[in-house]
């Protein structure tokens, strides 16, 4: 059991496909290209990112960072593509990843309107749960969300995942709110019934 990849870099090169989404290495040259897809919906899009996305530099500001926190080990960031097209519609990311003790998150999250309310989603966690519980041996993968966005909620809990509680005054976004964050979590013990049930899901949706 291996708890050293992502943390000794070579995560950075790690690809997760599925039948209908590809999640490849985030790179800062993909800004322009997830830009172009998110610029008609950036305020629905980005509305609960916690620093501002309002800009294509805004955009590869926050890949800078986010590449950065890969460097330290901390985070491994995917561009989400979807394989009929080839076309890049949104990112989500490992992050807060503390592997010496079989923990991380999945967050970051964001898909392109078009693209929401598809398969895309729920096949990009079940790629990244499957990795985190099956490849990485996590003991409990983390999930967390504004307070105010009840649609994450939701969608959070339709995965399986179990709400722990509010962390109160957690952030302060960019706009200067104080926001209190909802934590989740998967445990290892319950994967299997958490991966039979997106299983089921996905074998149900065909094609998204």
Not at 41 to 55: C, E, G, L, N
Request: aromatic share 8%; charged share 25%.
């Amino acid at each position: 059991m291996s708890h050293s990849g992502p943390s000794h870099g070579n995560g950075a090169a790690l690809t997760l496909e599925g039948k209908v989404v590809r999640l490849e290495p985030l790179r800062r040259e993909h800004a322009p290209q997830l830009w172009a897809v998110a610029i008609d919906a950036v305020d629905d899009i980005f509305r609960w990112i916690p620093y501002p996305v309002r800009t294509l530099e805004d955009m590869q500001d926050g890949i800078d960072r986010i590449l950065a926190e890969q460097a330290r080990g901390q985070s491994v960031a995917f561009t989400t593509v979807e394989k009929s097209s080839a076309r890049m519609i949104g990112s989500t990311r490992f992050m807060n990843m503390d592997l010496s003790n079989r923990r991380v998150e999945i967050g970051s999250t964001w898909i392109a309107p078009a693209w929401q309310r598809t398969a895309v989603n729920t096949e990009a966690k079940y790629l990244m749960l499957r990795h985190a519980f099956e490849q990485w041996q996590c003991l409990r993968v983390e999930l967390k969300t504004d307070s105010l966005n009840q649609k994450s909620r939701g969608a959070i809990l339709r995965l399986g995942a179990k709400e722990e509680g509010t962390l109160r005054q957690h952030m302060v976004t960019w706009d200067g709110r104080r926001r209190d964050s909802v934590y989740f979590s998967i445990l290892d013990t319950e994967w299997p019934t958490v991966k039979a049930r997106l299983e089921a899901k996905l074998a149900s949706s065909g094609n998204g």
